[in-house]
């Protein structure tokens, strides 16, 4: 057995003897992070979480997306780009528009609308709405994201 759970032996667990360096039993594709960081996909999940503790913050104390989810939304954006795998990295600035709509929406799904008619049709007005009101909380996302890529680069160039 060669102890790199990336290509470990899958029988070596019939003993019970789970070793540390082991994945998370996830499905084939599904890795989110290695020795190495965070893979793209462990990106999104750290933004997408933080992001979601900070809306279902805002969205239980009040109405939309507030500074909670803003701080959260930046702070995990931010920490994807300072932990993923190089490679990865451009993929962590093009991400916070990306999960932000999907916030949006999981935002609006939580809360309580004021809008009338079908669900998509209030869901769509929620997210042109906090697109439109949470614009510097993405602006802001991306440009931490960025940053926080910027510097690495100039570190691994330096």
Same mark, same amino acid.
Request: hydrophobic share 45%; aromatic share 4%.
């Given at each position: 057995?060669?102890?790199?759970?990336?290509?470990?032996?899958?029988?070596? /667990?019939?003993?019970?003897?789970?070793?540390?360096?082991?994945?998370? $039993?996830?499905?084939?594709? *599904? $890795?989110?992070?290695?020795? &190495?960081?965070? @893979?793209?996909?462990?990106?999104?999940?750290?933004?997408? +979480?933080?992001?979601?503790?900070?809306?279902?913050? /805002?969205?239980?104390?009040?109405?939309?997306?507030?500074?909670?989810?803003?701080?959260?939304?930046?702070?995990?954006?931010?920490?994807?780009?300072? =932990?993923?795998?190089?490679? /990865?990295?451009?993929?962590? +600035?093009?991400?916070?528009?990306?999960?932000?709509?999907?916030?949006?929406?999981?935002?609006?799904?939580?809360?309580? @609308?004021? *809008?009338?008619?079908?669900?998509?049709? &209030?869901?769509?007005?929620?997210?042109?709405?906090?697109?439109? =009101?949470?614009?510097?909380?993405?602006?802001?996302?991306?440009?931490?994201?960025?940053?926080? *890529? +910027?510097?690495?680069?100039? &570190? &691994?160039?330096?």
């Amino acid at each position: 057995m060669s102890g790199d759970p990336t290509h470990g032996d899958h029988h070596s /667990d019939r003993d019970g003897d789970h070793h540390s360096d082991h994945h998370l $039993h996830l499905p084939a594709g *599904a $890795h989110v992070a290695d020795r &190495r960081g965070l @893979t793209a996909s462990g990106a999104v999940t750290i933004a997408l +979480v933080l992001g979601f503790v900070g809306a279902t913050i /805002d969205v239980n104390t009040g109405r939309g997306l507030r500074g909670t989810f803003a701080v959260l939304f930046v702070l995990g954006s931010a920490l994807a780009a300072l =932990l993923v795998h190089r490679e /990865d990295i451009k993929a962590t +600035v093009a991400m916070p528009p990306l999960t932000y709509c999907v916030l949006a929406l999981i935002g609006a799904g939580l809360g309580h @609308t004021q *809008a009338a008619g079908s669900f998509v049709k &209030r869901q769509g007005l929620e997210l042109v709405s906090a697109l439109i =009101l949470g614009a510097p909380t993405l602006y802001a996302a991306t440009g931490a994201a960025l940053l926080v *890529a +910027v510097v690495r680069a100039l &570190r &691994r160039s330096a």
